[in-house]
Each structure stands twice: as structure tokens, then as C-alpha cells.
């Protein structure tokens, strides 16, 4: 039987070599900021095709094709695998928990019941909705909403809140239009009471977006135009609107509502996914950004948290919103680092599930383990050389005006 050859490999050929090579490494270090469910991809892809090649020509020559056979099958075996891990982390269905004590698509063995709510608590579930972003806020009887998750995630977050006993909302803010925030918020529409909906005004044209104007249009349900200054209350605790600061953005992102909540002496700070354009106007108007619970923005990629932002909020902790082995590379390590750097705790949906907080007031308590802090030199280096090849793609894509296009979600 013939060894199995690697693409790139097969001849003499030193351009192909380098340009094989350069691929490869490509490939393998992708999975540090696309999850492996990319580099499996990747890597698989060459093998595919050039076995699949190899399998027409040694048929039509009548030699034998076995070693060409099992190296296709095996390679679309990977390719399989890692498109599932891609999907997986995009469509994620339910609102999912690896921690005991949170209802939602609970698994056996799971604590399907959590205590009730005391009136002197606020509650803060980070849902875990995969690659997208949903945030319930509890304060007494009072409940509100930060966004729906992707396409899949309407059913299960109103079977979450519902579980949890909250029928209506106070509020609904859907941060900005993108579908991994807005897609389940045509059911949460649909299934809850809502007394107030905020969103920012900017025309977006998916059907998403259509069908959650429709839904709040059939309800009776007027949109509330953020206002940078406005503060509402949610039980005992309020909450102030801090951006969008500006009409126009180049980037949908920064159109995200950002709030801060207090509580007695606590403090949450939640920022949709709002990029460095947004941070440096929040700091310009010189509003206290200084919160004990920094949502991260923009599920902890390097277009946001810039080092003045996360100065000036100085959490002690942080949560990170994304989905396992997404395609984007959220958070990247870059961020987690630097965040771990401040002595920020960091907490991730994408390793704990859903995330529940608890203030009383003075101390606030979470249900999930913090991410550990590995002084590695290797890790290191590789975020940092990571954010430097990022940073020289976002210039480039920013001269070509492909931000929009890359920038999705
Ligand atoms: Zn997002």
C-alpha cells in the first residue's frame, strides 16, 4: 500500500513546500483565535481534494486506490467534526448549563430548581445562548432583559425566565440589530409582557429585525430611543444609559446601548458589543464608568476592552459572553490576558454555561469558577503576536472597507 501523502508534499516542488508549510502553521494556530473546529477544517480541506483527485486518476489508470480512499474518508471524517463544532457554537439551541443549580436544558444529575430570589437580592443570569448574547436582570419582582440570543434561542430563554417565575419584563433593551442578539427576541416578544423596549434607532434590513418591529407593532409596543443620561428603575435597583453617544457608526456594533446598573453599593456595567469607537466616547463625556462587573464588549474580541475603557470601569470582575469553539475567535486570548493582567476575575459562558450573579448590595457572588491565571510565556506570546497580526488586518480591511463585512456579529 502507498503512504499516505501530504498535500504540498508530493514533489520536489520548494514553492509548493513554503507555501504547504505556511498554510499548515496557518491552520494549527487558528485554533487559538477560531476554536479547532476551524483548524479541523482547514487542515482537512487539502486532503479532500487532492484525494478525491487522486481517486478519479488511479480508477481511470485501473490501479488500486485504497491508500487514496481511506485518506478522503478520513479527512471529510475531520472536515465533518469540525463543522459540527462550528455549527454547534452558532446555533447552540437551549439555554445550556454545565453548573449545577441553573435550570435550563439541565442534564441528568443536574439541580434542576434554584432558590428563589430574596427582595434584597439583584440577580444576574449571563444566559448561555452559544455565540450570541442574552442577559436576564432580576431585582425583587422586577425583571429585565439585555438582548435574545441567536435564531435558535427565543423557546428556551422564555422557558428560563418562566421557570424562574417572571412572565413579564420591566424592560427589554436589544442592543443593537445583529442576529446573535436579536434572534429570539420575535418569541420573547410574542410570549412576554413587556412595558418598556429600548433599542437604538438605526435601519437594518434582515427579516429578524422586520419580524421583532412586527411583533412589537401587533403588541402595542413603542420603541424607546436610548438616551445617553436617562436612568430608569428596576425594583430598588436603577439603571443609567451611557451610549450610543453619535447617530451614525461605521460599524453596527457601536450603535450598541450601554447601560450601567447599581445596586446599593454594586455596580454592573453591560455593553452590548460596542467597539473602541464607543468606549472613547463614553470616556470623552467623562460619565463614572467604574463597575464591579465589567459585561465584556463585543464577547471579548480585540475590538474591544482598550486599556484606557478598562481602566477607567476597573472591574473586579468580568464576563465573557461566546460560544464554545466559535468561528470567530471570541474572546481572543489577547483580551482574557489583558483582563487577567488587571487581576480581573474572568468568567466565560463559553467554558461555565450560564453564569448567575448574585449582589446583595455590598458583596456580589458567582455560581461559576473564575478562569485561571497561567503566567505561560508561550501563551503569552502567542496573544500578543496574535493581537499584533489582528491589529494589521483590521488596518488593512479598515483602507478596503471590509470592516463591516468581517466585523458580524
Ligand atoms: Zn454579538
Not at 143 to 166: C, F, P, Q, T
Not at 248 to 256: G, R, V
Not at 343 to 360: A, E, F, L, N, Q
Request: proline residues 3%; hydrophobic residues 40%; aromatic residues 10%.
Amino acid at each position: 500500500m502507498k503512504k499516505i501523502s501530504i498535500p504540498g508534499f508530493r514533489n520536489n516542488s520548494k514553492g509548493k513546500k513554503i507555501a504547504a508549510t505556511i498554510y499548515y502553521i496557518w491552520a494549527l494556530l487558528s485554533c487559538f483565535s477560531r476554536g479547532w473546529g476551524f483548524s479541523m477544517v482547514l487542515l482537512s480541506a487539502p486532503f479532500i481534494i487532492l484525494s478525491f483527485i487522486d481517486i478519479i486518476k488511479l480508477k481511470k489508470h485501473h490501479l488500486p486506490n485504497k491508500t487514496a480512499i481511506i485518506s478522503f474518508f478520513t479527512a471529510m471524517a475531520v472536515f465533518a467534526f469540525g463543522t459540527f463544532l462550528v455549527y454547534e457554537s452558532f446555533f447552540q439551541k437551549g439555554v445550556t448549563s454545565n453548573l449545577p443549580g441553573i435550570i435550563g436544558d439541565t442534564k441528568a444529575g443536574e439541580v434542576d430548581s434554584i432558590p428563589d430570589i430574596t427582595t434584597d437580592q439583584l440577580k444576574v443570569h449571563f444566559l448561555n445562548v452559544g455565540q450570541a448574547e442574552s442577559i436576564l436582570i432580576q431585582q425583587g419582582q422586577h425583571a429585565m432583559l439585555i438582548d435574545a440570543g441567536n435564531l435558535r434561542s427565543g423557546r428556551s430563554i422564555v422557558e428560563y425566565m418562566n421557570k424562574n417565575g417572571i412572565y413579564k419584563l420591566d424592560y427589554v433593551i436589544a442592543t443593537h440589530p445583529h442576529l446573535d442578539h436579536i434572534g429570539g427576541m420575535p418569541k420573547v416578544i410574542q410570549d412576554m409582557d413587556i412595558d418598556k423596549f429600548i433599542a437604538p434607532k438605526v435601519p437594518h434590513n434582515s427579516g429578524t429585525y422586520k419580524k421583532v418591529l412586527t411583533n412589537l407593532n401587533r403588541k402595542g409596543i413603542n420603541v424607546n430611543k436610548p438616551i445617553v443620561g436617562t436612568s430608569y428603575a428596576l425594583g430598588d435597583a436603577t439603571f443609567e444609559v451611557l451610549a450610543p453617544n453619535n447617530d451614525h457608526y461605521e460599524s453596527l456594533n457601536d450603535y450598541s446601548v450601554v447601560i450601567k446598573l447599581n445596586y446599593k453599593n454594586t455596580s454592573f456595567l453591560f455593553t452590548g458589543d460596542a467597539q473602541w469607537t464607543s468606549e472613547q466616547e463614553m470616556l470623552k463625556n467623562g460619565v463614572n464608568l467604574n463597575a464591579d462587573v465589567l459585561k465584556v464588549g463585543h464577547h471579548g474580541s480585540r475590538t474591544s476592552t482598550t486599556t484606557s475603557f478598562l481602566k477607567a470601569v476597573s472591574p473586579k470582575y468580568a464576563v465573557i459572553s461566546a460560544g464554545r469553539n466559535n468561528l470567530f475567535g471570541h474572546p481572543t486570548l489577547y483580551t482574557v490576558k489583558k483582563l487577567l493582567d488587571y487581576g480581573v476575575h474572568v468568567y466565560r459562558t463559553d467554558k461555565s454555561g450560564t453564569i448567575v450573579s448574585v449582589s446583595d448590595g455590598e458583596k456580589i457572588i458567582f455560581n461559576a469558577k473564575a478562569e485561571p491565571y497561567r503566567q505561560n510565556r508561550v501563551v503569552k506570546n502567542i496573544a500578543v503576536f496574535s493581537a499584533k497580526i489582528n491589529r494589521k488586518f483590521g488596518q488593512i480591511s479598515r483602507l478596503y472597507g471590509w470592516n463591516n463585512r468581517w466585523v458580524i456579529n
